[in-house]
């Protein structure tokens, strides 16, 4: 029985309030795609995908946590993690005002995710629910068996997130250490550039680490403070 009220929808799927659009940093060829995600429900299907860790997840989150403060429903589909949800939570998502669909390629070839997908994206069009589809694949790459599912996930506005140059790696941990309330300095960016591991997620992750370090220690980010904290 398809589930109507916005409330139970969206019932354990839960979102990281961190995700903000306020701190993700904007590259120049990133900008006309979060601009796009960030006018909210003007474009009815946009499909989005990007190598490596370039943000996707955050992004869709973003859009989710932006339409839940304006009031209107919305939920969030880590398809990665299906294994902890049937395809039934899709049933009646035509009822809420965005659906976010992430790591689409998972489903590839699984005929009860795939249909279950493509009766919702139908359903979608009807009531004009806004959708939004990653991957890390161009649209026309993924394995989709349904003809008519591949077809669709091609249908709307396609765009590429791309991975962010190491000048932008830095400013956009700058960005999240000054929302944090601390500095980081140019030269322990750099640093610790040259030696983490250089996707997004992994060096925010090292980011709160250091900060946790700087706090317990009452001490400013230094180099010296990074090396005994990560043990470098």
């Given amino acids: 029985m398809p589930i109507s009220n916005a409330d139970q929808l969206t019932l354990g ?3 990281n309030d961190d995700a903000q659009f306020e701190n993700f940093f904007v590259s120049d060829v990133n ?3 979060v601009s796009a995600l960030a006018a909210g429900g003007e474009e009815p299907f946009l499909y989005i995908w990007g190598n490596g860790s370039p943000g996707l997840s ?5 859009s989710c946590n932006k339409a839940t403060a304006e009031g209107r429903g919305a939920i969030y589909v880590p398809l990665a993690d299906r294994e902890q949800f049937a395809p039934q ?7 809420l005002s965005l659906v976010c669909i992430d790591d689409i390629e998972n489903i590839a070839g699984d005929v009860e995710w795939e249909a279950a997908l493509f009766t919702a994206f139908n359903a979608m069009r009807q009531t004009g629910t806004q959708l939004l589809v990653a991957g890390h694949m161009a649209a026309q ?3 989709i068996q349904l003809p008519d599912l591949h077809s669709r996930l091609q249908s709307g506005l396609l765009f590429q997130l791309f991975e962010l140059s190491d000048e932008d790696k830095l400013s956009a941990l700058q960005l999240r250490a000054r929302q944090r309330g601390f500095d980081l300095p140019d030269a322990v960016g750099e640093f610790i550039l040259l030696r983490a591991e250089r996707n997004l997620s992994a060096l925010m992750g ?3 680490e250091l900060d946790h370090s700087s706090l317990q220690q009452q001490r400013k980010l230094t180099v010296p403070l990074v ?3 990560l043990g470098w």
């Avoid at 939570?89 to 009822?95: D, F, K, P, W, Y």
Wanted: avoid cysteine.
């Fill in 13 to 15: 799927v839960g979102l």
């Fill in 31 to 33: 900008q006309s795609l």
């Fill in 58 to 62: 955050h992004l869709l989150q973003a």
């Fill in 89 to 95: 939570i899709l049933e009646g998502a035509e009822s």
């Fill in 141 to 143: 790459q993924l394995q």
């Fill in 206 to 208: 090292i980011l709160d």
């Fill in 227 to 229: 090396k005994s904290t």
